[in-house]
Structures are given as structure tokens and as C-alpha cells.
């Protein structure tokens, strides 16, 4: 709880690293580095996140121009499924 508003509590959520754990409360390192201490009076619940999915890499202009990309999407349309004659998958 980060404090009381119009007599309402008012709640907050801090993400990072639990680094410590204490008599007098908890100490948080957030992803900028920052440290921040939390008493166990204002603690209401705490959960255990997972760490973000890896950025996907970005489309666009490093991977590849547009019109380079749609020219091989057409070819690979044009030769159709993979295998020759007879192969599964094949033209017949």
C-alpha cells in the first residue's frame, strides 16, 4: 500500500529483484538499478514473476526491404511445395 487516500488505500506494484528480506521488510531492485525498501506494513501480496520473452528481432528495413522479401515470397509460390516428381509433397 503506498498510502491513504480519501480514507481509500491506494496500491502500487514494484518489479525487480528481491534482494533482501528482513525483521523491518523487503528490498527491491528494480531493472533500472534502482533499490527501493519496502516495510512489511505496507507489504499486501507478492508473487513470482518470469523474466520477460527475448525481443523478437525487428522487421522492416534490417531484414531485408519490402520488395526483396515479397519477390522471394512470389518465387517460393511459383516453384510450389518441396520434393520433385514422385516426392512427397511433389509436383506429379
Not at 503506498?2 to 518489479?15: A, C, K, N, T
Not at 531493472?31 to 527501493?36: L, Q, R, Y
Request: proline letters at 13%.
Amino acid at each position: 500500500m503506498l498510502e491513504i487516500r480519501d480514507g481509500r488505500p491506494v496500491f502500487g506494484d514494484i518489479l525487480g529483484l528481491l534482494e533482501s528480506w528482513d525483521d523491518q521488510g523487503i528490498t527491491v531492485r528494480r531493472a533500472d538499478g534502482e533499490v527501493v525498501r519496502v516495510p512489511h506494513a505496507a507489504l499486501v501480496a507478492g508473487k513470482t514473476v518470469p523474466p520477460p520473452p527475448p525481443r523478437r528481432r525487428p522487421r522492416g528495413p534490417a531484414g531485408g526491404r519490402p520488395a526483396e522479401r515479397a519477390g522471394e515470397q512470389a518465387d517460393q509460390r511459383a516453384e510450389g511445395p518441396a520434393g520433385g516428381p514422385g516426392e512427397e509433397g511433389g509436383a506429379r
